[in-house]
């Protein structure tokens, strides 16, 4: 079914369900609160597992109950944690907002051990990145480690991936490592300065991007789906009402990735991870939103 190595973080999703954000000074009633596992390179990872894939997540935790919650999903989902536990540290944690109307979010993320993962930790995990299929990482760790794993990874002839997430100054060098890149219209953005609002300019911003350096540019873009670099547009699957979209990015990487390890082409890789979010967002939650591949296979079947 195909390997995929993960770099990333885990953190403890604190999500508040409320009609609006309070302004500074103000405290509102909000209508619901859950405390799930999260973090983007722990949800791609759990994405990618239950897609069947064989993932090992490279991260760092500290010594706590989010810890022991971490491993515990882990298990299950079938990913295999490569994990450096810090326990003078705290394990990850994330504010969640979400809109009770439109299942929109805005987050706040304190990483903890995770923002001290390092070159060494990528050393470490050198014969999980380097045996992969597909190696991803994103940005909430440290810059150098998702530098160094990149780096490995293209050494050994692994297929990269990077989810340049959150937005964050890129250089070429790390750029040029990058077989595909899957930003957002607002990483987009940050990385081109091209404003994404359709085909057009998301077209526009793929070229910047390729001229970078970048492989293969696919851009999210929420409900209108994702620009494929030489195919165009590649519709969302809307596959019920829209509940949360705080995983979707998440699931589709994770699904992506986990196509492609198993030899389906970019397009083929693309149009699954649709399906994978579009799952993922009829739900609630981070992690927990996250499809079977049996879901999955019913919807493309």
Request: with cysteine; proline share 4%.
């Amino acid at each position: 079914m195909g390997k995929v190595a993960v770099l990333g973080i885990f953190v403890a999703d604190a999500a508040f369900r409320a009609d609006r954000l309070p302004v500074i000074g103000e405290t509102i009633l909000g209508n619901s609160f859950a405390l799930g596992p999260g973090g983007k390179g722990s949800n791609q990872a759990v994405a990618a597992g239950k897609m069947g894939a064989e993932v090992a997540f490279i991260s760092a935790l500290g010594a706590d109950a989010f810890a022991q919650m971490a491993r515990d999903m882990w298990a299950e989902a079938g990913v295999t944690p490569v994990i450096r536990e810090i326990a003078d540290s705290y394990t990850g944690a994330a504010f969640i907002y979400v809109d009770e109307t439109s299942g929109d979010n805005a987050i706040i993320v304190s990483p903890g051990a995770a923002g001290l993962i390092g070159v060494s930790d990528i050393e470490r995990a050198r014969e999980e990145i380097e045996n992969a299929d597909v190696f991803m990482t994103q940005l909430e760790q440290p810059m150098a480690a998702a530098f160094e794993g990149l780096r490995m990874a293209r050494l050994a002839g692994v297929t990269t991936v990077l989810n340049p997430a959150p937005a964050a100054e890129i250089s070429q060098e790390m750029l040029e490592l990058c077989d595909y890149i899957t930003p957002n219209e607002t990483e987009t953005e940050a990385l081109t300065g091209v404003a994404v609002t359709d085909e057009s300019t998301a077209r526009k911003a793929a070229s910047v991007l390729k001229g970078l350096g970048v492989g293969v540019p696919i851009i999210t873009m929420g409900a209108q789906g994702v620009y494929l670099d030489g195919h165009g547009m590649v519709p969302a699957a809307k596959l019920g009402k829209v509940v949360e979209t705080t995983g979707a990015g998440d699931a589709f990487n994770g699904g992506f990735a986990s196509a492609l390890a198993r030899g389906l082409s970019p397009l083929q890789a693309a149009q699954f991870g649709c399906v994978v979010a579009g799952i993922s967002v009829t739900r609630s939650g981070a992690a927990a939103s996250m499809p079977t591949r049996a879901e999955v296979d019913a919807q493309l079947s």
